[in-house]
T-cell receptor
Framework: DTAVSQTPKYLVTQMGNDKSIKCEQNLGHDTMYWYKQDSKKFLKIMFSYNNKELIINETVPNRFSPKSPDKAHLNLHINSLELGDSAVYFC????????????FGSGTRLTVV | GQNIDQPTEMTATEGAIVQINCTYQTSGFNGLFWYQQHAGEAPTFLSYNVLDGLEEKGRFSSFLSRSKGYSYLLLKELQMKDSASYLCALHSGNTPLVFGKGTRLSVIA
C-alpha cells in the first residue's frame, strides 16, 4: 500500500521533448507538492496545490506545469526539456498547512540528453 | 525571506553520539522539521519541533530555540544505517516547507 506513488522512477529523454511525471496519494491529504532535487541534493519547492490554490515558485520556468485531475493526483508536465532539467523530482502530500509533515514519493530521476 | 544553514558533511564513529546543527532566519515561524534521506531514496520524517526544548524519540532527539533561530538533531548509539543526509526544514505560515541543503552524515566503524 504505497502512500505516495510516482511514475516513472527513471526517465531518460532527449532535449526538446515533452514529458509527464505522474503522482498519486492514497492518504486522503488535501495538499500536494512537487520538489526538485538537484545534483547537490538541494530540495527546492516547485509547486503546491490544494484544490483551491496553486502556489508557484516564481523561479520555476513556465515550461513546467502541474495538472491535478482530482485531489489525489498532481501530475507534472514539462515542455521543451533542457539539459538543466536533469534532476530528481519528488512529489509529496500533506494535510492542509502541513503541521503533520509531508509524505514523499520515491522520486523520479529525470535525465535529459 | 528565509535562510537555513547546516553543515555540509559530518563524520562520526559507530556507537558514538553526533549533533547536527541548523540555524535559520525567517518570519512567520510555525515549526521546524527534520527529515532523513538515504542515498537514492525519498526523505522520511524524523521530528517536528514547535515549542522550545528537547523532543526525544528513541535514539533520535531534536532541540529547538526559537529566540536563537537554532535547532539541532542528536543521534545516539550511531549505527552504520544512520549514514544518510539529514535535512532541516522550516514550516512558516501556509507556505510549503523550505529545506536546508542537508548534512551528509557518514558513520564509520
Amino acid at each position: 500500500d504505497t502512500a505516495v506513488s510516482q511514475t516513472p522512477k527513471y526517465l531518460v529523454t532527449q532535449m526538446g521533448n515533452d514529458k509527464s511525471i505522474k503522482c498519486e496519494q492514497n492518504l486522503g491529504h488535501d495538499t500536494m507538492y512537487w520538489y526538485k532535487q538537484d545534483s547537490k541534493k538541494f530540495l527546492k519547492i516547485m509547486f503546491s496545490y490544494n484544490n483551491k490554490e496553486l502556489i508557484i515558485n516564481e523561479t520555476v520556468p513556465n515550461r513546467f506545469s502541474p495538472k491535478s485531475p482530482d485531489k489525489a493526483h498532481l501530475n507534472l508536465h514539462i515542455n521543451s526539456l533542457e539539459l538543466g532539467d536533469s534532476a530528481v523530482y519528488f512529489c509529496a502530500s500533506s494535510h492542509l498547512q502541513g503541521s503533520y509533515g509531508y509524505t514523499f514519493g520515491s522520486g523520479t530521476r529525470l535525465t535529459v540528453v | 525571506g528565509q535562510n537555513i544553514d547546516q553543515p555540509t558533511e559530518m563524520t562520526a564513529t559507530e556507537g558514538a553520539i553526533v549533533q547536527i546543527n541548523c540555524t535559520y532566519q525567517t518570519s512567520g515561524f510555525n515549526g521546524l522539521f527534520w527529515y532523513q534521506q538515504h542515498a537514492g531514496e525519498a526523505p522520511t520524517f524524523l521530528s517536528y519541533n514547535v515549542l522550545d526544548g528537547l523532543e526525544e524519540k528513541g535514539r533520535f532527539s531534536s532541540f529547538l530555540s526559537r529566540s536563537k533561530g537554532y535547532s539541532y538533531l542528536l543521534l545516539k548509539e550511531l549505527q552504520m544505517k544512520d549514514s544518510a543526509s539529514y535535512l532541516c526544514a522550516l514550516h512558516s505560515g501556509n507556505t510549503p516547507l523550505v529545506f536546508g541543503k542537508g548534512t551528509r552524515l557518514s558513520v564509520i566503524a
